[in-house]
């Protein structure tokens, strides 16, 4: 291939130092110094539009390398600090590995702001920032017990929550202890969170699809998947990025209502895994849960319900409130106790390794 109108790709390893990473960003955002690529990477070299490589599994599980312009990061950048009402000298604390689009967003923003984040990943104390970006798990355990965590959180200015669906039962608990949550959603194909508390944010429009999916066009998106333009270019559609999300507008705010590949058919009717796991964090907000399924004889797919607790749960008082709520259809057929869940990438849940789990567990019963 030829490289002469190529721009070298150089790989950011999680343990390069935060002031190192960020001089080596500033270059590649401005077009003087190589590309910089994070997570999981094949290529070496980029087209020169190109700023910044992230390699991501995505939530299918398929690998990606998704090529984002200086400009799109930007703009991101920029549009988050116009809606929190940030200003030159704040201060951002990193909580997030550096392989995610939503942890280079807080160093670009940072770059924004004049100022070197407070590298927090390995933390046992936290100092005082003025905003952060974490996952649902991280506030999870925050309101559960890791009172260091939760000090920081409550003593920023704003905390954006992304990477997967917040519950309300959390958000609700976050504001009542006096965190300032703002809940993001996007990708790392829209340079990470557009839409924060429904709202999206300057320079980027979000339309429904006649099929219910959520479409993204706008000025932060990504140029291009690095190695398969094809696919690149069938998730576009009249500029529009079409995501695997269902969503609605309810006055006026964007609703995620989940993926379309998370839901299943058992015994004839729909369930969407989604609104399962939304409806046990609502009423059992001290645990976590994941819903999956596994192929079943009798019901097609069955549904299973994964727990992660520190105290006793119920399994009768979860199949009362599911049926209660959705019908006998969403009675779980089966449970998985766990220590944690298991997630892809940062927050999102990896439901096949919950599949596989639950079969292994029923091959040795």
Request: charged share 20%.
């Amino acid at each position: 291939m030829d490289k002469s109108s190529q721009r070298e790709l150089l790989p950011v390893g999680e343990a390069c130092s935060i002031p190192e990473v960020m001089e080596d960003l500033a270059q590649a955002l401005s077009g003087n110094g190589a590309a910089l690529g994070f997570g999981k990477l094949e290529s070496t070299h980029v087209p020169e539009g190109i700023a910044v490589v992230i390699g991501t599994s995505g939530s299918t599980g398929k690998p990606k390398q998704v090529g984002l312009s200086s400009s799109a990061l930007l703009a991101s950048a920029r549009a988050s600090h116009t809606f929190l009402a940030a200003e030159f000298g704040h201060i951002w604390s990193l909580l997030l590995p550096m392989t995610h689009i939503a942890a280079v967003n807080v160093l670009v923003r940072s770059l924004e702001l004049g100022t070197i984040p407070l590298d927090l990943r390995s933390a046992k104390e936290f100092p005082q920032a003025d905003f952060t970006a974490i996952v649902p798990t991280q506030l999870f355990r925050a309101l559960n017990g890791d009172t260091q965590l939760l000090k920081h959180l409550c003593n920023a200015r704003a905390v954006l929550v992304g990477g997967a669906a917040l519950p309300e039962a959390i958000r609700t608990k976050s504001h009542a202890l006096g965190i300032n949550v703002v809940s993001t959603y996007g990708m790392t194909e829209t340079s990470g969170g557009c839409v924060y508390d429904g709202k999206s944010l300057p320079g980027v429009d979000v339309a429904i699809s006649e099929n219910g999916r959520i479409k993204i066009k706008g000025s932060t998106l990504a140029t291009t998947y690095l190695g398969n333009q094809e696919a690149w270019a069938s998730s576009l559609s009249d500029e529009w990025f079409v995501t695997n999300d269902i969503g609605s507008f309810i006055d006026g705010k964007l609703f995620v209502e989940g993926r379309a590949d998370d839901i299943i058919i058992s015994g004839g009717e729909k369930i969407s895994l989604d609104v399962v796991e939304s409806i046990l964090h609502s009423n059992f907000p001290d645990s976590e849960f994941a819903a999956f399924s596994i192929a079943d004889a009798e019901w097609g797919s069955s549904l299973q319900i994964a727990i992660a607790s520190a105290q006793s749960v119920s399994t009768q008082e979860i199949t009362r409130v599911l049926a209660n709520t959705l019908g006998d259809v969403a009675k779980p057929k089966g449970f998985l106790m766990l220590s944690s869940l298991p997630t892809i990438g940062i927050g999102k849940i990896d439901r096949k390794a919950l599949t596989q789990r639950k079969l292994q567990e029923g091959s040795h019963s």
